[in-house]
């Protein structure tokens, strides 16, 4: 990896923490090294902003009325999953993913969907809120539910880059984040979006 991060770095890595997170390449120290230099890098060129604007919860989706009692990862042992082919979740459930579970991958977040419905998985993982959201697109959310207990949920930033002239204002929206996420501002337009009609 160069001195500068570019977007070959972001394919390159990405391809290799996949490759080596499902033993498709192998464990050479090499790749295991540029991974995680890989995974370091955003903090070394982005100032995160605190706190978080909201979180991101992943969840577990099954066909309406095939739920089954979900309290964490183990429960999903011995059932047939789905997923999409592009998606990551993080290192430590990814990783328990690919040693423990039993998840295909679909070539699209419909087809994954459409998995689900002809009874080739017992399960889909999918974000909440995108998964929300292409259940309406796709007018089947009458047909799914969505388990109450997450998969895990991460938080998401704004980010400056270190570079940007605009630090000096990192402070005064870190104070506007933190009033639009306590005063629920954040939550109404997630409210919003889910409820608003898909194109």
């Avoid at 120290?29 to 919860?57: G, H, K, T, V």
């Avoid at 089954?68 to 042992?77: M, P, S, T, V």
């Avoid at 047939?80 to 977040?109: C, H, I, P, Q």
Wanted: net charge positive; charged share 25%.
């Amino acid at each position: 990896m160069a001195e500068h991060f570019t977007a070959a770095d972001v394919i390159v890595g990405a391809n290799i923490r996949w490759g080596l997170m499902f033993k498709m390449i192998p464990p050479r120290q090499e790749f295991i090294d540029y991974a995680a230099r890989i995974a370091a890098r955003p903090a070394a060129y982005l100032d995160f902003i605190e706190p978080p604007f909201m979180a991101d919860p992943v969840a577990v989706v099954v066909r309406k009325g095939a739920g089954f009692a979900y309290a964490e990862w183990r429960d999903l042992k011995g059932r047939k999953g789905v997923t999409n082919a592009s998606e990551s979740y993080g290192d430590k459930f990814d990783a328990y993913m690919a040693k423990e579970l039993s998840v295909a991958r679909a070539e699209g977040v419909d087809k994954a969907f459409a998995a689900l419905l002809a009874r080739q998985a017992d399960y889909l993982i999918i974000g909440l809120y995108p998964g929300r959201d292409e259940a309406r697109r796709l007018r089947i959310a009458g047909k799914i539910a969505f388990l109450p207990k997450e998969i895990l949920s991460s938080a998401m930033y704004v980010a400056f880059s270190k570079k940007s002239k605009c630090g000096a204002l990192q402070a005064a929206f870190a104070g506007a984040i933190k009033t639009a996420a306590d005063d629920g501002q954040v939550r109404q337009l997630l409210q919003a979006a889910n409820k608003a009609p898909s194109h």
